[in-house]
T-cell receptor, first 113, second 114 residues
Framework: LAKTTQPISMDSYEGQEVNITCSHNNIATNDYITWYQQFPSQGPRFIIQGYKTKVTNEVASLFIPADRKSSTLSLPRVSLSDTAVYYCLVGSTVAGGYNKLIFGAGTRLAVHP | NAGVTQTPKFRILKIGQSMTLQCAQDMNHNYMYWYRQDPGMGLKLIYYSVGAGITDKGEVPNGYNVSRSTTEDFPLRLELAAPSQTSVYFC?????????????FGQGTRLTVV
């Protein structure tokens, strides 16, 4: 199970691009990188997932360098509604193929007017 | 399409009481999970299940029990409630295991033990 490290908190302003980096130095060859978003009083929701290079969807982009030891979630032109906690998950598969889906502490993003 | 449904949404228990948190999913997912989230903290995995009849402990299983008799339902049982179990509980499900899958979460049950 790859350990992840991400900033505890970040602040931004409306309209700016926000980049949240996650370190996962012991990522395994078969591990994917997944990001979830959690609004207050709600369950997390899946944002984006990738294995290498760059992945983009309607919500965010995920940049993964060649060595895959880190990844960066990019949120373009954030708004107040992007204020949330963002979790980076890497490689939840354990012996026997069971996915434990372990969450870390996440990054608390605050977007200001 | 309801997704993952948790009941109740709120509950207050007295110390020593027991209760069952209900979780149901209608997506025919094999994997189901129970998490707790204390104020200002991340999610901690309590128990998970990879299919009907198969469950396993997560990071913080003490004080809880689970069962999975059907694909749809994954109830979490609290025996002898303690103040330390005051938390928000989330249930989740995913189609399969492996880290390339997407998990879907319920809206949570806010439990207070007094």
């Amino acid at each position: 199970l790859a350990k992840t490290t991400q900033p505890i908190s970040m602040d931004s302003y409306e309209g700016q691009e926000v980049n949240i980096t996650c370190s996962h130095n012991n990522i395994a060859t078969n591990d994917y990188i997944t990001w979830y978003q959690q609004f207050p009083s709600q369950g997390p929701r899946f944002i984006i997932q990738g294995y290498k290079t760059k992945v983009t969807n309607e919500v965010a982009s995920l940049f993964i360098p060649a060595d895959r030891k880190s990844s960066t979630l990019s949120l373009p032109r954030v708004s107040l509604s992007d204020t949330a906690v963002y979790y980076c998950l890497v490689g939840s598969t354990v012996a026997g193929g069971y996915n434990k889906l372990i969450f870390g502490a996440g990054t608390r993003l605050a977007v200001h007017p | 399409n309801a997704g993952v449904t948790q009941t109740p949404k709120f509950r207050i228990l007295k110390i020593g009481q027991s209760m069952t948190l209900q979780c149901a999913q209608d997506m025919n997912h094999n994997y189901m999970y129970w998490y707790r989230q204390d104020p200002g903290m991340g999610l901690k995995l309590i128990y998970y299940s990879v299919g009907a009849g198969i469950t396993d402990k997560g990071e913080v299983p003490n004080g809880y029990n689970v069962s999975r008799s059907t694909t749809e339902d994954f109830p979490l049982r609290l025996e002898l409630a303690a103040p330390s179990q005051t938390s928000v509980y989330f249930c989740a499900s995913s189609l399969r295991g492996g880290d390339d899958t997407e998990a879907f979460f319920g809206q949570g049950t806010r439990l207070t033990v007094v």
